[in-house]
C-alpha cells in the first residue's frame, strides 16, 4: 500500500495496524508526518500510537515515534516477524541440516525458529512441539508432521503459551532436538530481557537430547536482564554471515561450537 492509499483507511484498528507497519518500516517518523501519510489531525495520531505503545508495539518519544527496539518493542513478534528475514531463513536453512525423519523436535515462539517450519515437510515424517501459535497453525498443514501444542497462558505480545501449564506440557516429554533462539549474546553467556521467557527456554533445554542456538548477527555482542545459560549448553550456534570477525573469535575462544549459514 502507498502513501496515497493510507488516507483512505478509516476504521481506527485497521489505521493503528497499517501505522504499525509504517512505523516498523521506516524506523523513525513525526507524528505531523504520519497525520499527513493517514490523513487524520494530529491528535488523532497521538491516540492511536498511545494504543499502540501500550500494546507494546511502538515507542513514544517528543514529537513522533520510532521502531528502535528497546526491550519491550523487540518481544513484540510483529516487529520480529519484520526484522532481519533473509538472516534468519538462511539460519534456519542450516539448522535444518540437524533434523531427520522420524525425529521429535521442539521449537520455541521465537521467529527465527519460526523460519524452519515450511522446510520441515521436506523431512518428515516428524513430530514437532511448540508453544508458538502461529507456528502450530502452518504445522498444522504440513503432511506427515504431527503437532504437539505447548499450551498455558496466552501472551498475545509474543503470540505464544507460556507460564506454569505450559511448563508441566514441556516436562512431559523427551525429545532429540530443540531449536531455541533468543534476544542477547555476549562473552559465555545467552540472555533474554522476560524472566518468563526464560523459563520456558530453559524447560525446553532440559528435555532435549541435542540443543540448537539461533541467533541472527545483531543479538551478538548484547546483553539482557536476564542470564539464559551458558553456551556451552548448545551443541551448536548457528549465526549469520553478518557476524564479525572480533565476534566469531570470542566465540571460538569460549570454545562454543558455531557454525555461520550463509
Request: charged share 25%; glycine share 6%.
Amino acid at each position: 500500500m502507498n502513501d496515497t492509499q493510507y488516507d483512505k483507511v478509516k476504521n481506527p484498528q485497521q489505521r493503528q495496524k497499517l501505522m504499525a507497519e509504517v512505523v516498523m518500516e521506516r524506523r523513525s517518523l513525526s507524528a505531523q508526518e504520519l497525520a499527513s501519510i493517514f490523513d487524520v489531525s494530529v491528535m488523532t495520531v497521538h491516540r492511536d500510537l498511545d494504543e499502540l505503545e501500550r500494546q507494546g508495539i511502538v515507542r513514544k518519544f517528543r514529537g513522533g515515534v520510532t521502531a528502535q527496539p528497546s526491550g519491550v518493542f523487540e518481544s513484540n513478534v510483529s516487529y520480529r516477524r519484520k526484522s532481519m528475514l533473509n538472516q534468519k531463513r538462511a539460519i534456519a536453512k542450516q539448522a535444518s541440516k540437524y533434523i531427520e525423519p522420524g525425529m521429535s523436535i521442539m521449537l520455541d515462539d521465537a521467529t527465527t525458529t519460526a523460519e524452519m517450519i515450511p522446510l520441515l515437510a521436506g523431512l518428515s515424517p516428524l513430530r514437532v512441539a511448540t508453544n508458538y501459535l502461529e507456528g502450530m497453525r502452518q504445522l498444522s498443514q504440513l503432511d506427515n508432521v504431527g503437532l504437539m501444542a505447548l499450551g498455558g497462558d496466552y501472551d498475545p505480545l509474543h503470540d505464544s503459551f507460556m507460564g506454569g501449564t505450559c511448563l508441566e506440557c514441556i516436562e512431559s516429554l523427551r525429545v532429540d532436538a530443540v531449536f531455541v533462539s533468543t534476544s542477547a549474546l555476549s562473552g559465555r553467556y545467552a540472555f533474554h530481557q522476560e524472566d518468563r521467557i526464560v523459563a520456558v527456554k530453559r524447560k525446553m533445554l532440559e528435555v532435549a537430547e541435542k540443543r540448537y542456538l539461533l541467533m541472527d548477527n545483531t543479538k551478538l555482542g548484547k546483553v539482557a536482564l536476564y542470564r539464559l545459560v551458558e553456551l556451552s549448553e548448545f551443541d551448536v550456534v548457528i549465526v549469520d554471515s553478518g557476524i564479525d570477525e572480533a565476534a566469531l573469535a570470542e566465540l571460538e575462544r569460549n570454545n562454543i561450537t558455531c557454525e555461520v549459514a550463509t
